[in-house]
Nanobody, 124 residues
Framework: QVQLVESGGGLVQAGGSLRLSCAAS????????MGWFRQAPGKEREFVAA????????YYADSVKGRFTISRDNAKNTVYLQMNSLKPEDTAVYYC?????????????????WGQGTQVTVSS
């Protein structure tokens, strides 16, 4: 069982930065691939970024590539999402998720555990 708690969301102007954190409970955190997803009002949840259990492989949605960076610290049971050059279209609730399978996936259905989400609002 893994429990996930996101933090770091807030209101920021376009062009600004935020760093989201996702703290995980459980001794097996380092064996899980981790992902970040987001959901804007009236839209489906979409993939943002994912990272393998070791941190050696990362994946990004085209819409955030070059602006967002996912990382993890297994000693701290935490995964991060550094978001730079934010745009109003990045406004959404951001969720972190854990996937116990070896192959990192962008499909939210594959993820086993989810946090409660943190709101990110980017003003123009």
């Amino acid at each position: 069982q893994v429990q996930l708690v996101e933090s770091g969301g807030g209101l920021v102007q376009a062009g600004g930065s935020l760093r989201l954190s996702c703290a995980a409970s459980g001794r097996t955190f380092s064996s899980y691939a981790m992902g970040w997803f987001r959901q804007a009002p009236g839209k489906e949840r979409e993939f943002v970024a994912a990272i393998s259990w070791s941190g050696g492989s990362t994946y990004y949605a085209d819409s955030v590539k070059g602006r967002f960076t996912i990382s993890r610290d297994n000693a701290k049971n935490t995964v991060y999402l550094q978001m730079n050059s934010l745009k109003p279209e990045d406004t959404a609730v951001y969720y972190c998720a854990a996937d116990h399978t070896v192959v990192v996936t962008t499909d939210p259905v594959a993820y086993d555990y989810w946090g409660q989400g943190t709101q990110v609002t980017v003003s123009s």
